[in-house]
């Protein structure tokens, strides 16, 4: 198979949650081990970082990839979903995997592959292991796809487990308290390596804790020992940049990062605990890798869609935060962007909580109602008629695009156009 048939066959042949949902979620990891029985274990002897969460454990991978780089470790970066082309899923020093080794990897695995029938993520997964295995990467950073306890992911033994957050989302598969979705995120940790955690409210942090001493081990939390502030930042420059200052033993220090949402500072406070956890004698991280790091997140990892201006006149902006804490930080950086009127491009998934997330919506905003090109995306009329009982006033649009285009053609030159609600509404404009 060449490089298309071989995307025609994951896409068509495996379920794929990104597309269909719930139907593509295995809880179990039969098929997992099934896998890296077949395939010889690739998962075996990678020195790697485990990132779960319910928001930032993209971001936080990518600045941890990118600083990593910079001290000229050869670093895989394992994330999900995409947003223009699978091979983003898998990168080694921000190169995609090729083309060619997609392919033949599939085509010489295909019997294997037809006899476990496993997830699309399943299969992403166990060949992100597979290619950094055989690239011998130095350091691998592994990003779960949604949970952990059952996510493909958690076969690996890694140098660190991180835990970003936790917040309400996939409340279908992962439970619908914070409790329920902490526990299964929690299930990342491992006897007698170290954890990290973010972000945790206080009925969480028991969840954790509990975990951390069945299994024996240290456990971190990033937000009582790194406080992060932002300087300044400035949306509406081509050269983003957030200006932080963060006190390191008693010391001021200031970095400046690339990725500009205010909710990143949590993220960075996460980066900090992690290098400050990991082995010093494997891993030689100093402040000028990290300031480097940082400062390139998007140069060095191609991270696409957080706060992402799209356009300066008029500013257009998109980001993938969608559920509850997610809409919640977008909505903060909205308000500290100034503009006149906010003209909103919104389209979501069938398997969220539509109405809770449409209430927190701004009601003097105007919005483009539309569907992303998946098979998930929640029907445009419905999503219309769902806003309006919620007080937000729009228009229907065929595509995200379409949508996008409209937006920009009723604003004035001091109005912001944000599109958003949803990771696939968000990589039908970058």
Known sequence: MNYQETLDYLFSALPMFHRVGAAA???NLDNTHA?????????????????????????????????????????????SPHLKDFRERIKINGIKVEEEWVA????????????????????STIMAFQ?????KTDIAIIETGLGGRLDTTNV??????????????????????LEKIAFEKAGIIKPH?????????????????????????NISFAQDNFIVTALDFDTTRSTQKIIVKITIDGVERYFDCDLTGN??????????????ILDKNKFLITEEYIT???????????????????????????????????????????????????????????????????????KDALYYFCKANIPRGLDVAELSSKAMSCGLNGSIHESVMLALKAAQANSSVNDLVFVGGSTFTVAEVV
């Open 25 to 27: 979620y295995k809880a």
């Open 104 to 123: 033949s990897f599939i085509t010489q695995n295909k019997n294997k592959i037809d006899s476990i029938q496993p997830s699309f993520f399943e299969m």
């Open 292 to 362: 480097t790091g940082l400062r390139n997140v998007k140069r060095n990892t191609g991270l696409m869609g957080r706060w992402q201006i799209l356009q300066s006149s008029p500013l257009t902006i998109c980001d993938t935060g969608h559920n509850e804490d997610g809409i919640n930080e977008v909505l903060k950086m909205i308000a500290a962007t100034p503009h006149q009127q906010l003209h909103f491009v919104l389209g979501m998934v069938n398997d969220k909580e539509i109405e809770k997330i449409l209430n927190m919506l701004p």
């Open 35 to 79: 896998l890296c029985n077949a395939l010889e274990h690739p998962e075996k002897g990678l020195v790697c970082i485990h990132i779960a969460g319910t928001n930032g454990k993209g971001s936080t991978s990518h600045m941890l990839a990118s600083i990593f780089q910079e001290a000229g470790f050869k670093t895989g970066l394992y994330t």
């Open 193 to 217: 390596i170290p954890v990290v955690i973010g972000e945790f409210k206080e009925e969480t942090k028991s969840v954790f804790m509990q975990q951390a001493e069945k299994c024996e081990t």
């Open 263 to 276: 909710y990143q500072l949590k993220n960075i406070a996460t980066v900090f605990q992690t290098l400050e």
């Open 156 to 177: 690996i033994q890694p140098e660190i487990s991180v835990i970003t957050n936790i917040g309400y989302d996939h409340m279908n598969l992962l439970g619908d308290t």
């Open 131 to 135: 290619y950094f295995k055989e690239q």
